[in-house]
Structures are given as structure tokens and as C-alpha cells.
């Protein structure tokens, strides 16, 4: 069965500084990882994808992750934060069950970003 | 952005009335899904659809019934809602089976049950 922890329930950073969410997961083969972003009073969203192809993955508004087979991370980072960064990050492992490709979400990183 | 359309977007009604949530979908994805998000919890998963007719349970099925009768809509029904349902009620969907296919997220229903 796989599982997904995100370490910090919130991370605390200054304008400019660099950003690190962590994400551990445990799955008996090698996954898909993905992590979306949840702005307030919206849905999430997609920020990138694990998919094999390369273990470090580019998305959108500068963010990067990189999969970590030895150490099963898939931490998300962005080198310097903007105020708008600020939001709820989730980690999600997806695994083959019976057939379906079901997602497991982490608990969830508020992010929170200081002027 | 995926055409997702959840509604009610807010309902407040009373412990032991039914309440059935709409998810319409204009993308023809096979693959929706009812999650709930609660503080401290995340999402977790209720359940989910893989074609009409065809649905599953997910790890907080109890007190809670779907149906899907045509592509493009999942519904959500709590029998008898109860204070421990209040939540905020998100739907997904996706574009088949696979597991490199991400999820695309309707802007939740916030329910409460008083």
C-alpha cells in the first residue's frame, strides 16, 4: 500500500529566500509524484509531475522537484519566494491498484512567505 | 482550465437530511472522484468512478453513495448527513486509468451540518 508524508505541517520563509517542501513516499514499485498547489476558497491545482523521464522535473511558477529513488523523496523547491507563493502544497503518489491508477495525497505544507 | 462545475458551492442544512452534491464535467474524462478535505487530514479519498455504472470506494466511503449515470456526472449523496460530514467536498477527474495522468479539481462544495 503506498503513503505519502509531507514533513511540517507549515514552512516559514522570508521574500527571496529559497523554498524546500519535503515529501517522503513508500511504495512497493516505482510511482508517478506529483505535487499541486491550493490557493484559498480554489481547487488544486497542478504545479509538476513525475512521470521516470528525467528525476528532475521543472512546472510551473519556477518550482522544481527532484525524485530521489535511494532516499523515496520527492521534495519541492523554488529558489527564491514571491508573496504570491503563499498557499497549501500537497504531495500525491499514484500506484497501480486493482487496475486503477488511484492517488494517495500527503497531509498537506502550508507555505507561509514573509515581506 | 478543465471543465469542472461543482455545485451547490456552499450548503448548510440540518443533522439526519439527505444531501446529494452535482460534479459536472465538460472534458469527457473516464475517471471521477469525491474527496473531502478537513484540517489536519488533507484529501481523502471517498469515492471514485471509472466509467458509467462503474464506481469504488475510497477510505472514507461510510455514511456516503455515488452514482454516475451519464460521462459527464458524479453525484455525491449523504442519506442522512451528520456533523462529523461537515467538510469541504472536492471533485477530480482524469483522463483514464493511468498513472501519469494528473487530476484536475472543481473549486469544492462547503458543506455544514449543524
Known amino acids: 500500500a503506498q503513503s505519502v508524508t509531507q514533513l511540517g505541517s507549515h514552512v516559514s520563509v522570508s521574500e527571496g529566500a529559497l523554498v524546500l517542501l519535503r515529501c517522503n513516499y513508500s511504495s512497493s514499485v516505482p510511482p508517478y509524484l506529483f505535487w499541486y498547489v491550493q490557493y484559498p476558497n480554489q481547487g488544486l491545482q497542478l504545479l509538476l509531475k513525475?512521470?521516470?523521464?528525467?528525476?528532475l522535473v521543472k512546472g510551473i511558477n519556477g518550482f522544481e522537484a527532484e525524485f530521489k529513488k535511494s532516499e523515496t523523496s520527492f521534495h519541492l523547491t523554488k529558489p527564491s519566494a514571491h508573496m504570491s507563493d503563499a498557499a497549501e502544497y500537497f504531495c500525491a503518489v499514484s500506484e497501480s491498484t486493482g487496475g486503477s491508477y488511484i492517488p494517495t495525497f500527503g497531509r498537506g505544507t502550508s507555505l507561509i512567505v514573509h515581506p | 482550465d478543465a471543465g469542472i462545475t461543482q455545485s451547490p458551492r456552499h450548503k448548510v442544512t440540518e443533522t439526519g437530511t439527505p444531501v446529494t452534491l452535482r460534479c459536472h464535467q465538460t472534458?469527457?474524462?473516464?475517471?471521477m472522484y469525491w474527496y473531502r478535505q478537513d484540517p489536519g487530514h488533507g484529501l481523502r479519498l471517498i469515492h471514485y468512478?471509472?466509467?458509467?455504472?462503474?464506481?469504488d470506494k475510497g477510505e472514507v466511503s461510510d455514511g456516503y453513495s455515488v452514482s454516475r449515470s451519464k460521462t459527464e456526472d458524479f453525484l455525491l449523496t449523504l442519506e442522512s448527513a451528520t456533523s462529523s460530514q461537515t467538510s469541504v467536498y472536492f471533485c477530480?477527474?482524469?483522463?483514464?486509468?493511468?498513472?501519469?495522468?494528473?487530476?484536475?479539481f472543481g473549486d469544492g462544495t462547503r458543506l455544514s451540518i449543524l
Open positions: 468512478s471509472y466509467g458509467v455504472k462503474d464506481t
Open positions: 477530480a477527474i482524469s483522463d483514464g486509468g493511468l498513472g501519469n495522468q494528473p487530476q484536475h
Open positions: 513525475y512521470t521516470s523521464a528525467a528525476t
Open positions: 472534458e469527457n474524462h473516464r475517471y
